[in-house]
């Protein structure tokens, strides 16, 4: 009940904030309107931060220590709140849950459902050793609570250690990107699924699936939302999947083995903002790195 009341709390504010920052809407107006709008009484810019502080208080300060793992994250809101949130999970001294989503739009509508879907993900992922039972109970739970045409792009993994493995299961969410240290090679993690909260179930558990891959000492594991490879230059042209895979094989050359989560992170963020030079971000960018030492 605390956990709910507290999520209402939240939404409340972020509501009050988001008609606080609507244009008022004229009947006839031939004025051209600045394109960053004052905050009209009584919220002042310190309201805004302060919605934004509790948003980001929702997410992981930082990443979790684990046993042969590194782990860096990182979450950059286009607008005053984000769509995007991720999520980490502990199950036992050698299983690690890893959640990353974006919920379609940005801005308070978006802040909202992330509110709400957040909430679900950390009530059920300890009930659920399978990324696609997850992501199937969390789809019915959304068409059950949302509204039309909100949906949400998700990504799942459970790390094993002891196995070796990671499990995935992704709902049209953009593919995790899997480097191989012996090989030396940069390999998509395909998973079938498609966004929560489209279909009411049916042909959502008929199409989402887990997959297996093996992890071994050198290999990393790099996740992101949209943000990251549809950033724009001044020319509106996008970063693109391509220019991602060859900036992390190059980065992968020279990482190195102790902070090389960190090291992945940091680098694929400077050829980002290098690649947007002086453009402003057109949508939220968060990113996750795993590295297996």
């Known amino acids: 009940m605390a956990l709910i009341l507290i999520v209402f709390l939240i939404c409340l504010f972020l509501t009050l904030i988001f008609f606080a ?5 004229s009947k006839i107006s031939t ?31 930082t990443p979790p220590t684990f046993a042969q ?21 502990s199950f036992s ?4 849950g890893i959640l990353i989503a974006d919920v379609a739009g940005k801005g308070l509508p978006a802040a909202l459902v992330m509110t709400l879907a957040l909430t679900h993900f950390r009530h059920l992922a300890p009930t659920h050793s399978s990324p696609s039972a997850l992501l199937k109970e969390m789809n019915r739970r959304l068409n059950a609570d949302c509204c039309d045409n909100l949906f949400i792009t998700a990504c799942y993994a459970i790390v094993d250690i002891k196995n070796n493995s990671l499990t995935i299961a992704r709902a049209g969410h953009e593919i995790p990107l899997h480097y191989n240290s012996t090989q030396a090679t940069l390999t998509p993690i395909e998973s079938p699924g498609m966004a929560l909260g489209i279909d009411k179930g049916e042909r959502f558990d ?18 992101f939302t949209d943000g990251v490879n549809e950033t724009q230059n001044n020319n509106e042209e996008e970063f693109g999947m391509e220019r991602l895979k060859q900036s992390i094989e190059t980065i992968e050359k020279n990482g ?18 290098h690649y947007r030079d002086s453009a402003l971000p057109t949508d939220d960018l968060t990113l996750i790195t795993l590295y297996v030492t």
């Open 21 to 25: 920052l609507r244009k008022p809407q």
């Open 31 to 61: 004025t051209t309107q600045p394109s960053t709008p004052s905050l009209p009484s009584p919220f002042s810019q310190s309201d805004i931060n302060k919605a934004l502080t509790f948003q980001k208080h929702l997410l992981p300060k």
């Open 69 to 89: 793992l590194e782990l860096a994250s990182t979450y950059q809101p286009a607008q005053y709140l984000s769509g995007d949130f991720y999520d980490f999970f």
């Open 93 to 96: 001294d050698h299983c690690l």
């Open 206 to 223: 008929r199409l989402i699936q887990d997959s297996v891959i093996t992890l071994q000492s050198g290999d990393s594991v790099t996740f």
């Open 256 to 273: 190195p083995k102790t902070g090389h989560a960190q090291f992945l992170l940091e680098n694929i963020i400077k050829k980002i903002k």
